[in-house]
């Protein structure tokens, strides 16, 4: 009998997640035997509120999920962060799995960051840079996809200088991609971190104010982290010079603050973008001092935010230009939480792609 | 019926001396708080509760949906005590071998002792319940589903046919 009985109640029985108040009164237990019957009764659960989930298939960006997408990510991230500080610190499940890191720009942080979520699941990891590589021998990235898809990879993530990559990559494979940062596009998985951390400071983020500074012209850091804020409900402001606001800012969703002065009493968060001098191919403000004078980060500013404000930044810093010491070594910065919870997120990216077909089950055990 | 497992598993145990109870998430986790307070109250003592998620563990990754992910959390430090893994329908045993990969994780308990509200019988795996609140012969199709008043507004054991 291969038919899968499917009663409307399974799913909700399946998500019902309250971790079980307890009653005052004790001993009442006895549970009352239904004798066999009901297909269709499922009274007692199926009210709950229980949308499903739809699964994810890849990680290219943030504008491919759903508010409840972004919850479920973050609420498996929040049950795999304890195994991190566990004294065994693996777990079994993708035992046998290959996650190839297909990284075609430089990029340590986020490459060490998924190379130990990888292995904090057991998954066997691959790294693959364009340096000394095929890809510097005039491999195609066409051929390079095949390649790795020949090798019998289960999962590719992928760091580029260009823009859609990841989904070009997507088309060619049968495999999970995930974006790791493309181009001035998307980083998904850096936006998800970052709503991950502020969740865990204020709880939730509906009607937070999120203050974002800086180059959005060639963030995809900022361009992800504003779809992702905007699933859950925060409200976000923009503060960067006028030659590093992007020209259609304005359907971001944002509201754009003229002074930086004039967003902090008001923020719930600071989130300071990294001023990416590799990027800065044409002066795009007169100088570092006035970049530091106008848009950057100080003690000063530091003393406008609110006391349960934080500070955020995607890493790597520039110490004296977008934050000063000061601020980044303060009680408000929360700059190396991002960097630990950033495991625990792309753990959580990892496990929904990777042990996931889709036909649920409860009553079998 | 709980109150009866609890005074078995006091018996066993000679008191409640060293016991912890771990629920396995996310039905054994309200039946294990409660075997703790009964044995608690019987005993005049504190019994340490926990929750375990087993999903990670799992040999059935990438045949079936992945799980919502619970929380593992074990107040007391399980090496040198009687663990006792509580759960509400014991079937395959494929759950209580990945609870026992997944306790052994936490630390190594004396021993571990198992104890189920339904045994529905069909195992797959040469594991058995120290304590059984009822055995309920099953067809292997069946659906068996315990609901708790925590998480589901009543107590009730369901059993739903397949239909043919």
Known sequence: MTQQPRHASSPAADAATTPATTPATTPATTPATTPATTPATSTATSTATATRVAPLHHLLGIDDLDAAQVVHILDTAEQLLPIATRERNTVPTLRGKVVCNLFLEDSTRTRISFDLAAKRLSAEVLNFSAKGSSVSKGESFKDTALTLDAMGVDCVVVRSGSSGAPRQLARYLDVPIMNAGDG?????????????????????????????????????????????????????????????????????????????????????????????????????????????????????????????????????????????????????????????????????????????????????? | MLRRLAHELIEANQGAEGLVLVGIQTRGLPLAQRLARLIGEIEGTEVPCGALDVTLYRDDLGRRAPKSLHATDVPVDVTGRTVVLVDDVLYTGRTIRAALDALNELGRPDRIRLVVLVDRGHRELPIRADHVGKNLPTAYDDRIRVLVEETDGQDAVVSEEVPA
Not at chain 1, 269 to 280: D, G, H, N
Not at chain 1, 290 to 305: A, H, I, K, P, V
């Open chain 1, 184 to 365: 001035w596009h998307q980083h998904p998985t850096q936006a998800l971190l970052d709503v991950f951390t502020m969740r865990r400071h204020l709880g939730d983020l509906a009607g937070r104010r999120v203050v974002i500074v800086g180059d959005l012209l060639h963030s995809r850091v900022a361009r992800s982290e504003v779809q992702a804020l905007n699933l859950v409900g925060a409200q976000v402001s923009v503060v960067a010079p006028p030659t590093l606001l992007p020209p259609e800012v304005e359907r971001w969703g944002v509201e754009v603050v003229p002074s930086l002065d004039d967003a902090l009493p008001d923020a719930d968060v600071v989130y300071l973008l990294r001023v990416q001098r590799e990027r800065m191919h044409r002066a795009f403000f007169p100088s570092t001092r006035e970049y530091q004078r106008l848009w950057g980060m100080d003690g000063r500013r530091l003393r406008q935010l609110k006391d349960h404000a934080i500070v955020m930044h995607p890493g790597p810093m520039n110490r004296g230009v977008e934050i000063t010491g000061e601020v980044a070594d303060s009680d408000q910065s929360v700059i190396t939480e991002q960097v630990t919870n950033g495991i625990a997120v792309r753990m959580a990216c990892l496990y929904l792609l990777l042990a996931a077909p889709a036909v649920d089950e409860e009553a079998g055990r």
